[in-house]
Each structure stands twice: as structure tokens, then as C-alpha cells.
């Protein structure tokens, strides 16, 4: 069967795939190494180890453009990773329309593609891929 011209690969329209797929594995070891029930910080700091060890470019915390949207201003992100992807990390029974919200500040402030909002509070560790369309 031959493939016609207009025919798309979906892996192709996959925002950094290879990265993030490879950030999500990194991901899954910190969940399953801390469990369920720790802080933010402490899913943060493991991951910063992890980061480190795997020799990817990473920036912590980083304070992003400010940029206000319903009298909420934007300036901190969780992780930077390699100066394409956005982390937010959450530890809380599930995400928000408000999580979702601010990490969509998050992108058009940073002017980044592609965020991960990451819950390690859930049973299943799904990260939830947020694209900047603007």
C-alpha cells in the first residue's frame, strides 16, 4: 500500500517527543522511588538529583516574564527543561481547571510550547501535556 503525500505520521506533530517521553521514564522513577504521599519539595529535589545525573540542561524555580491575567500574575515555574519544556509538579488529590490555567500562563508568558503538569498524589503518574498554540 503506498502512502500518499498527504499523508502525516501523528509521531511527527508530537511537540519534543523524544524528550519528553524521555523526562516522563525520569518521571515515573521518581514517583515510584518516593510513592504517593510526599511534598512538592521533596519530588522536586529528587528530580533535580535525577536531572543532574542524567546530564540534562535544567533550570529550577525559574522566574518567568510577568504577565497578568485576571489579576493573577505569573512569574514561577517549577522546572525548565532544557530551555523547551516547562514542569509544573503537583502533590494533591487530583488537578485543577486552575492548574491547567496557570500553566497555560505559564507558556504564553515564557513563550515556551509545551508544559507538563505532573501529580505524583495519583495512584497512576499521567502527565498532562498543555500546549502554548499562541
Keep these: 500500500m503506498e502512502k500518499h503525500a498527504n499523508d502525516t505520521n501523528k509521531t511527527d506533530k508530537i511537540i519534543y517527543r523524544e524528550l519528553s517521553y524521555w523526562l516522563t521514564g525520569l518521571l515515573f522513577g521518581v514517583h515510584k522511588d518516593l510513592g504517593r504521599f510526599c511534598r512538592e519539595k521533596q519530588y522536586g529535589d529528587k528530580l533535580e538529583i535525577v536531572l543532574k545525573s542524567e546530564g540534562i540542561g535544567f533550570e529550577r524555580e525559574k522566574t518567568l516574564p510577568l504577565f497578568e491575567v485576571d489579576n493573577q500574575r505569573t512569574n514561577i515555574v517549577d522546572f525548565s527543561i532544557d530551555n523547551k519544556i516547562l514542569l509544573d509538579l503537583k502533590a494533591k488529590p487530583f488537578i485543577t ?16 510550547k509545551l508544559g507538563l503538569l505532573v501529580n505524583f498524589r495519583s495512584r497512576y503518574l499521567k502527565p498532562l501535556r498543555v500546549i502554548n498554540y499562541s
Design 97 to 112: 481547571k486552575e492548574d491547567y490555567y496557570q500553566m497555560q500562563r505559564y507558556l504564553k508568558a515564557s513563550g515556551y
